[in-house]
């Protein structure tokens, strides 16, 4: 194994390997990774990025990144679901220590035991979190939210339903409001609709809201219509950057699969394995070169912003193209690993069958490479984000 994935001990070399013996069974059965879940939970993984002085590690973005992409070499769809619960709870930690206490509720709460999830996704909506379809209403209290969100993970345990929606009759124009459903609220339905081709043990359920009610205390920000501050930029940074390692560890993983394999296979028309193919081996490069490419470039975005590099309006830019450049990257390889494998791959029991739906879904999630090349552009240009094209 690489210095990519070693050296970072938060979870033990044993419990990895029981993850990954457990993979197949959560792929095939669809459920969710239950035993994964509390080994995680009484490891102290959860609260990686809690301040220590509130019970956690202390760990800053850089640092979880690289655990991510640790337990994704093993595990990615285990990765995946936790990173949702890991990015609430590494934003609040950022904000806390910038001097923003307005979400240290958040962290006290998770070194609790409370486990939050991530409602942004919803259909129609391609630049979530800035716009929402879901209703939201001011009342006594709280905030009601009217809606259907999709793609959350964490179905069956969390506790904290991070989710925003559209304040429409805002005083001042539409605002977008962000708050916490907790488990407990009346005006919601868990929709079982997870049934698809890859990271099957999220169980990224729909969550049908149906004026589901959301007290001030949990209420975190309400911003202008796709407006953002440092809490919606935080949001990318943890979210997008988590994605990013969790496929960088898949990449790796086919790799490391896929080598042993070339080098034991046999033809008729060589006297020598086929890793002495020229045709093999150009495709092995082509491999290694591409693997070689995403960790340090992560590495170095997810450094920057833990050191508190200060690109300002540049940051959202750098955040979508890392998190771009390692979904498509990984892609690539895992495909090239499947030509390499003649053919075994094809089997539902091999791994690699797996990993190739798995790396396909990193595409899915956002920013889509059509947004990613508009923010990437327009901030190169000086083009304010919101701004739409004119012709004639």
Request: aromatic share 10%.
């Amino acid at each position: 194994m690489d210095t990519m994935i070693a050296g970072y001990q938060v979870l033990p070399d044993d419990m990895l390997k029981r993850f990954a013996e457990r993979v197949g069974t959560y792929d095939r059965e669809n459920r969710f990774f239950t035993e994964d879940f509390e080994d995680l939970k009484r490891a102290g993984y959860l609260t990686i990025p809690v301040p220590k002085e509130m019970g956690g590690r202390g760990l800053t973005l850089a640092e979880v990144c690289r655990e991510q992409r640790r337990l994704a070499y093993y595990a990615p769809a285990t990765a995946l679901g936790i990173n949702m619960h890991l990015y609430w709870v590494g934003l609040a930690a950022d904000l806390y220590r910038a001097g923003d206490r307005s979400l240290e509720w958040m962290l006290r709460e998770a070194a609790a035991g409370e486990i939050f999830a991530a409602g942004h996704a919803e259909r129609g909506n391609d630049i979530p979190v800035l716009l929402s379809t879901a209703q939201a209403k001011k009342v006594d209290g709280g905030f009601t939210f009217t809606g259907r969100k999709m793609f959350g993970s964490l179905a069956p345990v969390w506790t904290r339903y991070g989710m925003h929606g559209l304040w429409a009759d805002a005083p001042g124009g539409p605002k977008v409001v962000h708050g916490f459903l907790p488990r407990n609220a009346k005006g919601y339905r868990i929709v079982e609709t997870w049934d698809t081709l890859g990271m099957r043990a999220t169980r990224s359920d729909d969550v049908l809201l149906e004026g589901a009610f959301v007290p001030d205390k949990y209420m975190a920000r309400t911003l202008p219509a796709g407006g953002a501050d440092a809490f919606v930029v935080a949001i990318f940074a943890w979210a997008l950057m988590g994605f990013a390692n969790i496929y960088c560890g898949i990449a790796r993983r086919a790799c490391d699969l896929v080598l042993p394999t070339v080098k034991g296979k046999s033809s008729m028309g060589l006297t020598r394995s086929m890793a002495y193919h020229p045709g093999v081996q150009h495709g092995v490069a082509e491999m290694v070169m591409a693997l070689d490419t995403i960790a340090p470039l992560l590495d170095h975005v997810a450094n920057e912003w833990s050191t508190g590099v200060d690109h300002g309006a540049g940051w959202p830019a750098k955040i979508v193209s890392a998190k771009l450049h390692a979904v498509e990257t990984c892609w690539k390889i895992v495909d090239q690993a499947m030509d390499l494998s003649g053919g075994t791959g094809m089997f539902r029991s091999s791994e690699l069958e797996r990993l190739f739906r798995d790396a396909r879904c990193g595409r899915f999630h956002p920013t889509n490479s059509i947004l990613t090349h508009e923010i990437v552009a327009k901030t190169a240009l000086g083009i304010d984000l919101g701004e739409q094209p004119r012709w004639g």
